[in-house]
């Protein structure tokens, strides 16, 4: 344990109560459509860094929470996906249905 790993254990837990917000709007509205790919899959990319970073020092202020901001991170992803496949199936509908419509005129 580091001399000042308050400082990081309190900055996790801070930034762990903001991403909560926003855990918490996805979780509730499945709208994932503000959040793009680069920012979910490079916040996968840092936040994994930074596990590897905290386990190999041996600093539980930062893998504790890293390990938390992953779990919702890969929440996020998967939502992301359901909800691009969800409008793949509406769009795919929708252009049935214009054929279909089309047929009768």
């Known amino acids: ?3 000042y790993e308050i400082l990081a ?3 996790g837990g801070i930034n762990l109560i903001s991403f909560s917000s926003l855990l918490h709007n996805v979780y509730f509205t499945n709208n994932t459509e503000s959040l ?3 920012w979910v899959l490079t916040n996968i990319v840092a936040q994994s860094l930074f596990l ?3 386990i190999i020092n041996k600093s539980y ?3 504790l929470p890293t390990s938390f901001f992953i779990l919702g ?7 992301k996906i ?3 496949k969800k409008t793949k199936e509406k769009t795919k509908d ?3 249905n214009a054929n279909q419509f089309g047929a009768y005129i």
């Open 1 to 3: 344990m580091g001399k």
């Open 9 to 11: 254990t309190t900055a």
């Open 36 to 38: 793009t790919w680069f």
């Open 52 to 54: 590897a970073y905290g």
């Open 61 to 63: 202020g930062i893998y």
């Open 73 to 79: 991170l890969i929440y996020i992803l998967f939502t």
């Open 82 to 84: 359901l909800s691009l």
């Open 94 to 96: 929708k252009t049935q």
